[in-house]
């Protein structure tokens, strides 16, 4: 079973907004085995909506629209639904009653005729209503293909995805089953962990694909295998898990796209009951981010003081400044120094710091851009490691944040 993914609206194509709907539509049909082969963004006008209907009539099973279906002059899709189907609007007296409610009792307004117009809908269409706006969706055939056109407000096509589309897509279509997992690696790059791993990945079943997702500081290697039994899928997967551990345990931090790294480091904390704190200078508080981007991060972290310049390394964690002029700002030394400080100030059993020349000027120090110096103290350890992530700037502050947790995790591991 295949899919494509369209999206209407010049916003998307003058890059105002970013399409996030396509994205969230594919990983849901993917869950219940309808492969998307394509994605699509194209302009509001009649003439290039037809055209995409008819290219993609018979060449795929399902095709999902999102935008167009609002109370402006500017949303056609519905009227260009029916022409090329053929059809006519009509009103849909649950969906006037719907609007009318949600105009005037929420919205506390007189409903406008703008608004009446919402509960115009084809009569070849199947209704899929949305109880959160205005907007239903549309579901329409065509010889092989079915057509979904759904709102492009994001909360809205989500629910009408979940509770509409489907519900009706399963029940409809016998489909095989995909079944996927990630596993995610930190500290290697891509072509190191392909190396590693090629025989494993050469005689990987023929059911079963390899792919690499590389990002700075971290791969995630995706496993995905379809066929008829789903059973069999998830126990072939759970058996090359088992060999690819044999071959890189050491890299490999968690699984799935739900097991980041933060996650994972502050899941060990929170069972070994342990604190943490941050120091960050080149890379900005971004450490903190994350660790605090995992829902009931405060059982473990305590704060973070991001000591972007040289006098609040001074001034707030307490370094002394001939100390820091003796041996820069950019060194072992000092981030060392910047770890106790920070373990100290906020009373933790762990303290990461960061500092470097991300680029593209040296700032305060002597050192080569993209030096990074990371340190990290435990219960029983001082870690200090040097790092030269080359450039862009971007690069290296992911590559720091990255490995700064992959040390901790580390780190935590030996204790």
Known sequence: MTASIITIGDEILIGQIVDTNSGYIAKSLDKIGIETIEMLSISDK???????????????DVVIITGGLGPTKDDITKKTFCKYFEDTLVYDSNVLQHVTE????????????????QALMPTKAKVLF????????????KEKTVFISL????????????????????????????????IMTYGKGE????????????????????????????????????????????????????????LIANDIVG??????????VG???????????????????KIAQLITSIPGASDYFKGSVVSYATETKISVLGLDANFIKEYSVVSAKVVREMALSIQRIMNTDYAIATTGNAGPSKGDSNAEVGTVFIAVVTPNAIVVEEFNFGQPREKVIYRAVNKALEILYKEILKN
């Open 130 to 141: 949305n109880k959160l706006g205005t907007a239903p969706g549309i579901w329409m055939e």
């Open 46 to 60: 009649e003439y290039h909506i037809l055209d995409t209907l008819k290219n993609l009539q018979n060449k795929v």
């Open 151 to 182: 709102p492009g407000v994001p909360y809205e096509m989500k629910y009408l995805m979940e509770q509409e589309v489907l519900p009706n897509l399963i029940q409809k279509y016998k489909r095989p089953f995909i079944v996927h997992k990630t």
């Open 255 to 264: 699984y799935d796209e739900d097991e980041p790294i933060e996650k994972v």
């Open 267 to 285: 899941a060990l904390l929170k069972q070994k009951q342990l604190t943490l704190a941050t120091a960050e200078s080149c890379t900005g508080g």
């Open 191 to 246: 072509s190191l962990l392909a190396e590693e791993i090629e025989d494993w990945e050469d005689n990987l079943p023929s059911f079963i694909k390899l792919a690499y997702l590389p990002s700075p500081g971290r791969v995630r290697l995706r496993l995905t295998a379809r066929g008829a039994d789903e059973e069999k899928l998830k126990n072939e997967i759970a058996n090359q898990i088992v060999e690819l551990n044999k």
């Open 102 to 117: 949600l105009i005037e009792n929420i919205y506390k307004r007189p409903i406008s005729q703008m608004n009446k117009d």
